[in-house]
């Protein structure tokens, strides 16, 4: 017997993520603040509840995918958690997720916390590699990892209800580094006869073979020594950044994507980090 389900909002991920329950044969609960939206799942076999108490109420596992944690607080305001698993896919912030969990724990719920790293259309396409990271009480995880897993992978990443939300958001803040990196290559070739379907290929496959470099980071961190084994040394880099610099003057490109990053390797330079790679950029950042 296939764990039925509810799920609390038919927004696009959510309607992604009932259809991926709906196709593997889990008995399927759906409540939507606008019922139009669940229209089309109800032809397809999901049970529509007329409100979210008595969606949750239909179910022991509740799967929430809102807008954000206020919307959250706001559907979650007149349910019944009492006895209740509460499995909260909302984009959010560590601190939300920890006091979302607090606040369901005070209601008599089990609380896990998700961050989905997916888009709707690879939900329950699990060739694809999406997946979903979750935090909070590992038996509770355990209990739910199958019914969990049809419509992404899960990645586990500890009890602290935070720490999927941290996950997420480390993952995504890496990606607009990257996003305003290739931002910055592009305005570069802007002007010129160069067509950037031909940069593309080279761009990918360049931040494909730069990628691996985060382990070496993870290594340095671990050991802080920043300076063994290095080849291209900071004070090499920073040597370099002129070059750079006139190169996006000479394009025509301004600098503001590259330069904070710039300003933060001369800094540690200047208070002695020469020898090492760019791991000490990292203790500037903390505060
Ligand atoms: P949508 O904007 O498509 O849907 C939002 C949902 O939240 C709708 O069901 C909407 O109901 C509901 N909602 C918003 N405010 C309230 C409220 N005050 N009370 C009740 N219901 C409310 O968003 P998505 O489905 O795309 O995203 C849902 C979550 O998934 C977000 O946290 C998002 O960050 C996350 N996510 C989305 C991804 C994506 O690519 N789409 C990727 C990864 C994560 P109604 O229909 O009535 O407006």
Redesign the pocket.
Known sequence: EKTPVTIL??????TALARAWLAAGHPLTVW???PA?AAALAAEGARVADTAAEAVAANTLTVV????D??VG??LAGTDLTGRDLVN???GTPAQARARAEWARARGARYLDGG?M???PIIGVPETGGYVFYSGPRELFDRHRATLGVPAGTTYVGEDPGFAALHDVALLSAMYGMFAGVAHAFALISKEDIDPAALAPLLADWLAAMAPAVHQTADRLRSGDYTKGVVSSLAMQVAGTPTFLSTAEQQGVSPELLAPYFELIRRRLAEGGGEEDVTGVIDLLVR
């Not at 909002?9 to 959510?14: D, E, F, R, W, Y």
């Not at 995918?65 to 954000?68: A, F, Q, R, V, Y």
Request: hydrophobic share 45%.
């Open positions: 909002g038919l927004g696009a991920m959510g939507n603040r606008t939206r995918c809102l807008l954000d206020a919307s706001e559907v896919l909302t984009t989905i997916a888009v709707p």
